[in-house]
T-cell receptor, first 118, second 110 residues
């Protein structure tokens, strides 16, 4: 079975450019999470979706960040304009939660996108 | 105060040693708890869930103390391959808001 697929694996861009990170969750999973990881702040939850609907985006740093999930098999995280402090590893994860009252199941992570903003 | 707090370490132990990691969480309404393992430059992967009654998986034992809002992980007979960062994970009501601790680094030496 294919796991969570993220692209690109590495992204190097200049400050001010738009960056789009992509994620394909595991087929059948209905919850999707975007995390950011840095040495200083560890793993931070940015936003999560259930059945393609954003449930909580309180972790999104600022308006430069936006995320979409147009269908059950695809999500994007966009940064526009990018800044050097956005440099981090961005992970997408999915789980098979069925509804808001269900007991949580484990998260499956993609390999991450290493973003460097120069 | 952080929602999930861990001792960052690093813990440096010889092969065969027993090592324990602790984690505290601030939200008393938290409902489920996990330990994840993350190798260098890799994604986190589930190590084990943590149940109120405590649970064991081979050399690994996890404990939960709801009264003290405290989770622990015990590794017996450490192997070189156990070297990694161990992340404490807590979920809120409904299980959606999954919060990770900053992780505890473990180095097992020959």
């Amino acid at each position: 079975d294919a796991g969570v697929i993220q692209s690109p694996r590495h992204e190097v861009t200049e400050m001010g450019q738009e960056v789009t990170l992509r994620c394909k969750p595991i087929s059948g999973h209905n919850s999707l999470f975007w995390y950011r990881q840095t040495m200083m702040r560890g793993l931070e939850l940015l936003i999560y979706f259930n059945n393609n609907v954003p449930i909580d985006d309180s972790g999104m740093p600022e308006d430069r960040f936006s995320a979409k999930m147009p269908n059950a098999s695809f999500s994007t995280l966009k940064i526009q304009p990018s800044e050097p402090r956005d440099s981090a590893v961005y992970f997408c994860a999915s789980s098979g939660l069925r509804d808001l009252s269900a007991t949580n199941e484990k998260l499956f992570f993609g390999s991450g996108t290493q973003l460097s903003v120069l | 105060r952080k929602e999930v707090e861990q001792d960052p370490g690093p813990f440096n132990v010889p092969e065969g040693a027993t090592v324990a990691f602790n984690c505290t969480y601030s939200n008393s309404a938290s409902q489920s708890f996990f330990w994840y393992r993350q190798d260098c430059r890799k994604e986190p992967k589930l190590l084990m869930s943590v149940y109120s009654s405590g649970n064991e998986d081979g050399r690994f034992t996890a404990q939960l103390n709801r009264a003290s809002q405290y989770i622990s992980l015990l590794i017996r007979d450490s192997k070189l391959s156990d070297s990694a960062t161990y992340l404490c994970v807590v979920n809120g009501a409904g299980g959606f808001k999954t919060i990770f601790g900053a992780g505890t680094r473990l180095f097992v030496k020959a």
